[in-house]
């Protein structure tokens, strides 16, 4: 159901799995004790560093199988030719489709060393004409913690370049994985003000196994 690949001007999208990226690879970019970074780049989602290899394996496995299903959309994020860091993993990002109330909930981890390139509005126009054009849901929704100052300020400028809007300030609306009530903020963009926008229009191609569309 979901593109096994995704290409934008800057970069290549592909679903998440053990054979598109080798946990124990991975490890030193999610490891609580590999990486230099990852706490400044965990600071404001609700997941934790993973502890060891295995728990990378497990959750490469987990979206992976969640993707083919067509449970939930998956990708990892490679920079294309050209950009600094091309080929090497950026991060990663997807989306989850929630069928019942025709909308979409976005998803976005990138590792500091990609910060600030705009990355997160290139994913999100694609991911609006995935949702919108070939999925054909009403609504395309993220959220942001308050205080994560730098995702705030990508999204609501994505979510104005597509006509959305900021709908509100959510006391204790999600948990992290450590337990605690979190508020978020949100966003969302609509299929008629994505056409509005764009007139249907998009820079991205979409790959299912080898055909292309």
């Not at 993707?67 to 091309?86: L, S, T, V």
């Not at 976005?106 to 949702?131: C, D, M, P, Q, T």
């Not at 999204?155 to 450590?178: A, C, L, P, T």
């Amino acid at each position: 159901m979901f593109p096994d690949e995704i290409v934008t001007p800057r970069l290549r999208l592909r679903a998440l799995s053990r054979e598109v990226v080798d946990p124990l690879d991975a490890y030193d970019y999610f490891g609580a004790s590999r990486s230099d970074t990852i706490e400044e780049e965990t600071k404001y989602v609700t997941w934790n560093p993973h502890e060891t290899p295995k728990e990378a394996f497990d959750y490469f496995g987990e979206v992976s199988e969640a993707h083919e299903k067509g449970e939930k959309a998956g990708y990892a994020i490679f920079p294309r030719d050209g950009e600094d860091g091309a080929g090497e993993l950026a991060g990663t990002t997807g989306f989850d489709p929630e069928w019942d109330k025709r909308r979409a909930v976005f998803g976005l981890w990138l590792r500091k060393k990609y910060w600030g390139r705009g990355y997160s509005g290139e994913r999100a126009a694609a991911f609006f004409a995935i949702v919108f054009d070939l999925l054909d849901l009403d609504v395309a929704y993220v959220a942001a913690l308050p205080e994560n100052d730098n995702s705030i300020r990508a999204i609501e400028k994505y979510v104005d370049q597509f006509g959305g809007q900021f709908d509100g300030h959510f006391r204790n609306d999600v948990v992290d994985m450590d337990g605690n009530p979190r508020d978020t903020r949100t966003y969302s963009v609509t299929r008629e003000q994505w056409y509005d926008a764009t007139d249907g229009e998009y820079d991205a191609e979409f790959r299912w196994e080898g055909r292309d569309e």
